[in-house]
């Protein structure tokens, strides 16, 4: 512009010059007067003066323009993208250093190469798609190759690409994605190890939905409820399928579920018990079942995780335990012995039939005294010392004889067995007491040892807990299950040995299998019971189950303690039923010798014999 305005200027003062020239040529005067002649010098002044001006704003445009050029270079070569120009055949016309540093090479030997051989062999049909439809399509598109050149690491780009208005070129723009597709390997690789780690946990797993349809279920979860992966997909709570009841056999509504519980609360919902139909046994399977809420960003719940372990077992254990109560109530009311469980809070007793005919009382009449009240005076003192070795755990078990007091006033002899029962604590409870009425046969010992046990409380059963262990035995990492189990808090077993805590019965054969696993994880059993020791020492039965991960070791237990003290207390009870029944027949078998004895005295003397005897 400024150009085309000086060659304007100068025209015009060429036309002055010329016009001037002519008039005085009309007038026969070639020669200038003075004033013309200085007005026409101060006008070429003037007009080099802008010239001069004019030719220095050139100047300063021409560097502006340079400078503006090398801008645009160092833009376009330092870019932290790949700028790439390319013909239809997809030959590079142009590079900048970013493009040519993901292809590896320099920027020189680059120019008329062809970008597709540098593209994956996996990608390159992706890429030769994408040049085609970048020139027919004259709109721009976008494509994902893998760039790779023998001696470097491949490495993962983002094209975008737009023909030139022309169509004969088109403008690439390369963007490495390369950490982002290894950070998206990296979290495919943990939800697959967390998947596998989940399914094969000895504990059923289901994750639910917010409207709690089913989105994920384990193994275990499968063999629990009979059903597969694909049949319990997007069943919910609500689905009539399950026919769940209550403990006590009414049903179980699939809004008073757990996981519906713990999406209209929001709170985890812990220790239920389920009765859920099995279609393949065509019976019901006990689950304890834990139903945990996790929430999305804005504190609403995106699902339930819910899981489960089956608690059959220790429900037949439970039915066992019934069952002998009642047998073991069935002996104490129909016993032809007196029997009575005395409290040692309030010396209160609860007696039988048998010993309330012993004592001519009714059974309320008795359920209100206190057991000195009709013991003899004479025997308290010996009644004290023997309840207080059974208090302070000197015996177990006491016998003696002693005299009741009749309600009529008489004195009735009887040889009294009793045993302190006490709490999984240790606390004393109340006396289980049998006596037998032996005032006719007060010269005749009988050693008559009897023992009455009532089952300890079977102890509380816990969801799974699990422990991630190093190579060399350290423990790693806990779950807050393994914590309620052994009673440890995080900080305590973290960093210690597992070791620590097995019994040395159990020690060197988890140590074996641990050597042996670390060979090879095929020679070792991966699911097997052991026992350990919790922090206050008390031995815990677990069954454990174990996996590898590279040189890392996973391990889930499930403690079966209570199903062993409930095993341990039925086959004592049974012991101490069968203990019993033999202890009565050979009281009844020493009655009739005894009676024998004294009709053959009264024959002797000349008398009846006083006893028929039934053989």
Not at 65 to 72: F, G, L, M, S, V
Not at 76 to 99: H, R, V, W
Not at 278 to 289: A, I
Not at 588 to 601: D, I, Y
Request: charged residues 30%; hydrophobic residues 35%.
């Amino acid at each position: 512009m400024m150009e085309e305005a000086k060659q304007s200027r100068i025209e015009i003062l060429r036309q002055k010059i010329q016009k001037m020239v002519e008039e005085n040529h009309k007038e026969g005067d070639l020669l200038l007067n003075e004033s013309d002649a200085m007005k026409f010098i101060h006008e070429i002044e003037v007009q080099q003066v802008e010239l001069e001006m004019q030719n220095e704003e050139l100047k300063k445009a021409g560097e502006q323009e340079i400078i503006a050029a090398r801008k645009y270079a160092d833009l376009y070569d330092f870019a932290p993208s790949g700028y790439f120009t390319l013909t239809s055949q997809g030959i590079i016309k142009e590079i900048n250093l970013c493009g040519a540093g993901m292809l590896g090479k320099e920027r020189s030997s680059l120019i008329n190469g062809n970008f597709g051989f540098f593209v994956s062999e996996d990608t390159r049909t992706d890429f030769n798609h994408f040049l085609s439809e970048i020139f027919t399509g004259k709109e721009k598109k976008t494509c994902d190759v893998i760039l790779s050149d023998q001696g470097n690491e491949p490495i993962y780009v983002s094209l975008t690409g737009i023909a030139d208005q022309n169509g004969e070129q088109c403008y690439l723009t390369a963007i490495d994605i390369t950490d982002r597709k290894r950070t998206e390997q990296e979290l495919i690789e943990s939800e697959h190890k967390f998947t596998n780690l989940v399914w094969d946990m000895q504990v059923g797993v289901l994750i639910q939905g917010p409207q709690s349809e089913i989105l994920f279920s384990n193994r275990q979860a499968h063999e629990y409820l009979g059903l597969n992966e694909d049949q319990l997909l997007g069943k919910t709570s609500f689905d009539p399928y399950w026919n769940v009841i209550h403990e006590d056999g009414s049903p179980f509504p699939g809004g008073e579920h757990p996981v519906p519980q713990a999406l209209a609360t929001g709170l985890p919902v812990r220790d239920v018990v389920m009765g859920v139909y099995h279609p393949h046994n065509d019976t019901r399977v006990w689950l304890l079942v834990d139903a945990i809420p996790q929430f999305n960003a804005d504190g609403n719940v995106k699902q339930v995780v819910c899981n489960f372990i089956d608690i059959s077992r220790r429900k037949q254990a439970e039915e066992e335990l019934r069952i002998s109560e009642e047998k073991y109530k069935a002996i104490f009311d129909q016993s032809v012995d007196g029997k009575s469980m005395t409290s040692v809070a309030e010396s209160k007793m609860k007696v039988n039939k048998a010993f309330c005919e012993l004592l001519g009382y009714s059974e309320a009449e008795l359920a209100a005294l206190e057991w000195q009240t009709i013991t003899h005076p004479d025997d308290l003192e010996g009644d004290e010392k023997m309840i207080g070795s059974l208090l302070s755990g000197a015996k177990e078990t006491a016998r003696w004889e002693k005299r009741y007091i009749h309600k009529n006033g008489n004195t009735v002899w009887v040889d009294i067995s009793t045993r302190l029962q006490r709490d999984k604590e240790n606390k004393p409870l109340f006396f289980n007491t049998s006596v037998i009425d032996i005032s006719e046969r007060k010269r005749v010992e009988a050693k008559l040892t009897e023992s009455n046990t009532k089952f300890q409380t079977i102890f509380e059963n816990n969801s799974a807990a699990m422990a991630i262990i190093s190579p060399d035995t350290t423990i790693l990492m806990v779950n807050d299950e393994y914590c309620k189990m052994s009673g440890y808090a995080r900080e305590e077993v973290i960093g210690t040995s597992w070791t620590k805590q097995i019994p040395p019965d159990d020690l060197e054969r988890l140590q074996e299998y641990n050597r042996r696993r670390l060979i090879d994880p095929q020679d070792a059993p991966d699911k097997y019971e052991f026992k350990f020791y919790k922090k206050n020492g008390e031995i815990v039965y677990s069954y454990m189950s174990v996996s590898m991960y590279g040189r890392m070791i996973i391990v889930s237990f499930v403690d079966f303690t209570p199903r062993i003290q409930a095993e341990h207390d039925l086959l004592k009870k049974m012991e101490e039923l069968l203990l019993f029944q033999r202890l009565t027949v050979d009281r009844e078998l020493k009655m009739v010798e005894l009676k024998k004895e004294v009709n053959e005295l009264l024959r002797c003397s000349g008398k009846d014999g006083k006893y028929r005897i039934v053989e």
